[in-house]
């Protein structure tokens, strides 16, 4: 089985592209690679990757893009989880918000932060409101890391120490750089977690040989590179994520590879089994 943390939905406007992550390519994604369940959050980005205001009419607000993920779950049972993606730097929480958190528990399973696409410190009063919100409803909060300083994982380690009842997801381990503060990290909290998203495997083989193989899980940002982001980058080279399938079990045996692929998964952001199929 796998389970895949870090999904998106939505038209994502890179410097160089425009990227369309449609339903119907991450569905066309799992069945092409067999990845049997996956935690899907819409791209609701506020500043663009130069950090410059996404204009108003180009965005809908936190919780129209929760609503389009919670449709896309009732659609596909089985498949299709959701992380909304809050915020931070221009809304704030409403009844309506807390109200489609409280409607879908069956189908929300963590809140979605990206401190850089909302050109915010993870550590800030803004975002602490939402993950007073995530701890209120007893839900993970999975947020974008990276080389970044309101990205790092030095600012989530802040706050999964004044939340020791919020488990923290660093997605990506700090992009851009050689992961080893990340890695730091999540020795130091038991609700500290790493996903592998566009992290090396050497990067996962040192957290495993350090922390055991309870600290990470399975992450892609799919379908970012097209419908074949699990198989090859845009300019046709293996994706990194081919090495995660097709080596990783026989590296660190069968039990470990069942934690990083979906046993963790399982267990932080509380999935039943009866849920996937």
Same mark, same amino acid.
């Given at each position: 089985?796998?389970?895949?943390?870090?999904?998106?939905?939505?038209?994502?406007?890179?410097?160089?592209?425009?990227?369309?992550?449609?339903?119907?390519?991450?569905?066309?994604?799992?069945?092409?690679?067999?990845?049997?369940?996956?935690?899907?959050?819409?791209?609701?980005?506020?500043?663009?990757?130069?950090?410059?205001?996404?204009?108003?009419?180009?965005?809908?607000?936190?919780?129209?893009?929760?609503?389009?993920?919670?449709?896309?779950?009732?659609?596909?049972?089985?498949?299709?989880?959701?992380?909304?993606?809050?915020?931070?730097?221009?809304?704030?929480?409403?009844?309506?918000?807390?109200?489609?958190?409280?409607?879908?528990?069956?189908?929300? %399973? @963590?809140? *979605?932060?990206?401190? &850089?696409? !909302?050109?915010?410190?993870? =550590?800030?009063?803004?975002?602490?409101?939402?993950?007073?919100?995530?701890?209120?409803?007893?839900?993970?909060?999975?947020?974008?890391?990276?080389?970044?300083?309101?990205?790092?994982?030095?600012?989530?380690?802040?706050?999964?120490?004044?939340?020791?009842?919020?488990?923290?997801?660093?997605?990506?381990?700090?992009?851009?750089?050689?992961?080893?503060?990340?890695?730091?990290?999540?020795?130091?909290?038991?609700?500290?977690?790493?996903?592998?998203?566009?992290?090396?495997?050497?990067?996962?083989?040192?957290?495993?040989?350090? %922390? @055991?193989? *309870?600290?990470?899980? &399975?992450? !892609?940002?799919?379908?970012? =590179?097209?419908?074949?982001?699990?198989?090859?980058?845009?300019?046709?080279?293996?994706?990194?994520?081919?090495?995660?399938?097709?080596?990783?079990?026989?590296?660190?045996?069968?039990?470990?590879?069942?934690?990083?692929?979906?046993?963790?998964?399982?267990?932080?952001?509380?999935?039943?089994?009866?849920?996937?199929?």
């Amino acid at each position: 089985m796998i389970i895949d943390t870090h999904v998106h939905t939505g038209i994502f406007e890179d410097i160089d592209r425009v990227v369309n992550m449609s339903q119907e390519i991450v569905l066309e994604s799992m069945e092409l690679y067999h990845i049997d369940f996956a935690l899907v959050s819409n791209a609701a980005v506020e500043y663009d990757c130069e950090w410059k205001p996404v204009p108003r009419e180009k965005q809908k607000s936190q919780e129209e893009y929760f609503k389009e993920a919670i449709a896309f779950a009732r659609a596909n049972p089985g498949k299709i989880g959701v992380l909304p993606w809050v915020k931070p730097a221009n809304e704030t929480i409403t009844e309506e918000l807390e109200a489609l958190i409280e409607n879908n528990r069956d189908v929300v %399973y @963590g809140i *979605k932060v990206h401190p &850089f696409h !909302s050109k915010i410190a993870f =550590d800030s009063p803004q975002v602490e409101e939402f993950i007073k919100l995530a701890q209120k409803y007893q839900l993970p909060v999975i947020t974008h890391t990276a080389d970044c300083d309101e990205a790092s994982s030095v600012r989530v380690y802040n706050m999964a120490l004044k939340y020791p009842d919020v488990d923290f997801v660093m997605a990506h381990m700090d992009l851009g750089t050689d992961n080893q503060t990340a890695i730091e990290m999540l020795g130091k909290l038991p609700n500290l977690y790493g996903d592998t998203t566009w992290v090396s495997l050497e990067s996962t083989l040192q957290a495993i040989q350090l %922390y @055991g193989s *309870k600290k990470i899980m &399975f992450g !892609s940002d799919n379908p970012i =590179d097209g419908v074949h982001t699990y198989g090859k980058n845009p300019k046709g080279e293996p994706s990194l994520y081919q090495r995660y399938f097709n080596e990783l079990e026989a590296i660190i045996g069968t039990d470990a590879y069942e934690d990083i692929m979906y046993k963790n998964a399982m267990r932080v952001f509380k999935i039943q089994p009866e849920t996937i199929g």
